[in-house]
């Protein structure tokens, strides 16, 4: 059997919730298809005990929707922030703001 080498596996495609509420619109137009995001856990938010902000440098995007958001909670309660890289994947200004930017959630392989 061959052994796998991939840099990392896609894990999860989905749209950033909550665009138009937090800095998506000033941050749009700095973003292209390849940008790096970052994920943070908002453990205290009181609406979502499995909130997962979406930052792209010091920009809050939104969030993971909350109906796919748990797993990733779980995984950066535990401290694996590491495990997972983000990128916008797909950019539609004429769309709906929470249908104009859609993320690829990658998990990294372990280079240890």
Known sequence: ??????RRNH?????????MYWDGCEAFSK?????KLELVRESDNRIDCDA????YKDYKLGFIPG??????AKFLDMGHSDLFEVRVCRLCPE????K???INIYIKRNEK
């Open 11 to 19: 894990f999860l495609h989905t749209n950033v919730a909550g665009f």
């Open 67 to 72: 109906f796919k958001n748990e797993i990733f």
């Open 31 to 35: 973003l292209e298809v390849g940008t």
């Open 52 to 55: 997962v902000a979406i930052y």
């Open 95 to 98: 769309a709906h703001p929470e």
């Open 1 to 6: 059997m061959e052994k796998r080498t991939e």
């Open 100 to 102: 104009q930017v859609y």
